[in-house]
T-cell receptor, first 113, second 113 residues
């Protein structure tokens, strides 16, 4: 199993551009999550999904959108990129909710200039 | 608002020493407290976790101590090794629901040979 994979690894965007961060998991997990990690701030939840077709907001959803058309994929869309969205983005998945372990991808480092 | 407070921000320990990282939370509904370990350029990975019905959990050199009345928990790394050098995050979540994790701000541990 590849686990959770994310593409791209790095990206530089200009202010106002849009992009999609890709996330795929091959563990047949129902739950998927997007976090952003900023220095000294830990990880903050952006959006999550409890199954295909179901998504919900986390702590910091503004400026982002998600979709979940399949169990495997959970892309994160940035519209009108802003410098405040410069961060490292992690996708994670877990088999179910409750106290199940979350498995993280390797991250995407995004810079908006 | 930081739901889980973590200290210290950074920690330097000699090889063979004990590393101690502390976390505190406010929401008494939290009932799952994992610790994640993150190496540079990688996503976080679950290290050890505890539920509030026990006061201590040990796995090898890693021990979580939990004080429910004080709403505090800590990670102890015994016989610290250079390979333990990483960033450690405490987190908390609710057993019910989508397993959304609230992370501390992280502690960068450096173990000196």
């Amino acid at each position: 199993n590849a686990g959770v994979t994310q593409t791209p690894k790095f990206r530089i965007l200009k202010i106002g551009q849009s992009m999609t961060l890709q996330c795929t998991q091959d563990m047949n997990h129902n739950y998927m999550y997007w976090y952003r990690q900023d220095p000294g701030m830990g990880l903050k939840l952006i959006y999550y999904s409890v199954g295909a077709g179901i998504t919900d907001k986390g702590e910091v959803p503004n400026g982002y959108n998600v979709s979940r058309s399949t169990t495997e994929d959970f892309p994160l869309r940035l519209e009108l990129a802003a410098p405040s969205q410069t961060s490292v983005y992690f996708c994670a998945s877990s088999y179910s909710g409750g106290n199940n372990e979350q498995y993280f991808g390797p991250g995407t480092r995004l810079t908006v200039t | 608002q930081q739901q889980v407070k973590q200290s210290p921000q950074s920690l330097i320990v000699q090889k063979g020493g004990i590393s101690i990282i502390n976390c505190a939370y406010e929401n008494t509904a939290f009932d799952y407290f994992p610790w994640y370990q993150q190496f540079p350029g990688k996503g976080p990975a679950l290290l050890i976790a505890i539920r509030p019905d026990v006061s201590e959990k040990k796995e090898g050199r890693f021990t979580i101590s939990f004080n429910k009345s004080a709403k505090q928990f800590s990670l102890h790394i015994m016989d610290s090794q250079p390979g333990d050098s990483a960033t450690y995050f405490c987190a908390a979540s609710l057993q019910t629901g989508a397993n959304n994790l609230f992370f501390g701000t992280g502690t960068r541990l450096t173990v000196i040979p």
